[in-house]
């Protein structure tokens, strides 16, 4: 396995990267697959193969699948569950509707079941084509529960939020044993809702950690790159919830932290709160074309190294690549390695 030395700065993204044009429409938030059957899972297979290579022609140290094998960072998960339904969807206000009064929502309709691994078979499939530590990426419980109509109620939404971490922790574990790198939870939410995060978020977080025996990270950002949510990010100013956040998972078991810092303004110094932990920073726009060049990555890192170690500081993207075209997230996979190379 080659890893860069511990005093490296190194490179990474957020998770997902486009999916090509056999799989479906370009930046698709809910992928409608073209294929079907085996067609299907060989288009994927194929979509990820490309991407690993992309991955390592640029010379990204932690790799992922690009999340080619499933619709949505969310959906994934929950198409793999039983008790949810993702085919017949309703609507609700999510996010505290900063970016949208209400969006598509899977439905709750039985009791959440975990039936046995999800992601392990896609992993061992990519650990085939990769000696690269490979990252998988789950929905954190906070999110998950914000992004899902509950049709069977009873439960608060933080005694939902429990149940959902025990599922995900199963799947943790699975993929563990699978061979990940590192288990990363997305939780967007964590940005919304920052009373929640105090009373319950952390330790859902933590409960769907438990006994995760590789590197544990938590993604926080502000969605996807798209028109609404660039909208929202340009007109926003205020950033102190990292104040409150920020020194809650430096106090946690999970190791690893991604924030975006490249499109939302959001001052570099907040990571300081994160001190000892690794830092895996959004220095390439997700919501942007253009392709970032080597030294304003470089650039954007080292005013990080005033906070974080080298050996603490990922290159990374704001958040997933879906939305781009593949030029450019083949570009900016390009930036990230390269600006990490010449800090380094
Ligand atoms: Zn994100």
Excluded at 107 to 136: D, H, M, N, Y
Aim: glycine share 10%.
């Amino acid at each position: 396995m080659t890893e860069a030395p511990r005093n490296h700065v190194r490179a990474t993204i957020v998770g997902s990267l486009p999916k090509p044009s056999w799989l479906c429409g370009p930046a698709e938030m809910f992928a409608s697959w073209r294929l079907e059957g085996a067609s299907l899972t060989e288009g994927q297979e194929d979509a990820v193969r490309l991407w690993i290579a992309a991955q390592e022609q640029a010379g990204i140290d932690v790799v992922t699948d690009g999340e080619q094998r499933r619709r949505h960072y969310i959906w994934g998960f929950f198409e793999g569950l039983d008790g949810i339904d993702t085919i017949n969807l309703g609507r609700r206000p999510q996010r505290g509707q900063r970016y949208h009064k209400e969006i598509s929502a899977a439905r709750l309709v039985g009791e959440p079941e975990w039936r046995g691994p999800i992601f392990a078979g896609a992993l061992r499939a990519t650990r085939a084509l990769t000696s690269k530590p490979i990252k998988v990426t789950l929905p954190g419980p906070m999110t998950i529960v914000d992004s899902l109509i509950d049709t069977i109620g009873g439960r608060s939404e933080e005694q939902l939020a429990f149940r959902f971490a025990e599922l995900l922790n199963r799947e943790a574990l699975a993929l563990v044993e699978a061979g990940a790198a590192t288990i990363q939870f997305d939780e967007p939410c964590f940005n919304v809702y920052v009373d929640k995060v105090k009373d319950w978020g952390i330790a859902a977080l933590e409960r769907a950690a438990r006994g995760v025996g590789v590197t544990k990270a938590v993604h926080i950002c502000y969605g996807y790159g798209t028109s609404d949510v660039k909208r929202w990010k340009t007109a926003n100013t205020d950033w102190s919830h990292y104040e409150h956040t920020l020194p809650l998972l430096a106090a946690s078991s999970i190791d690893q932290v991604s924030i975006e810092t490249a499109a939302s303004g959001v001052d570099v110094s907040v990571i300081e709160a994160l001190r000892g932990k690794d830092v895996l920073l959004g220095v390439v726009d997700t919501g942007s074309e253009t392709v970032e060049s080597a030294e304003i990555v470089a650039g954007r890192l080292r005013a990080a190294l005033r906070y974080v170690e080298p050996g603490h500081l990922f290159a990374c993207s704001d958040c997933g690549m879906m939305p781009l075209s593949r030029a450019a997230a083949e570009g900016k996979l390009r930036a990230l390695a390269a600006g990490a190379a010449l800090v380094n």
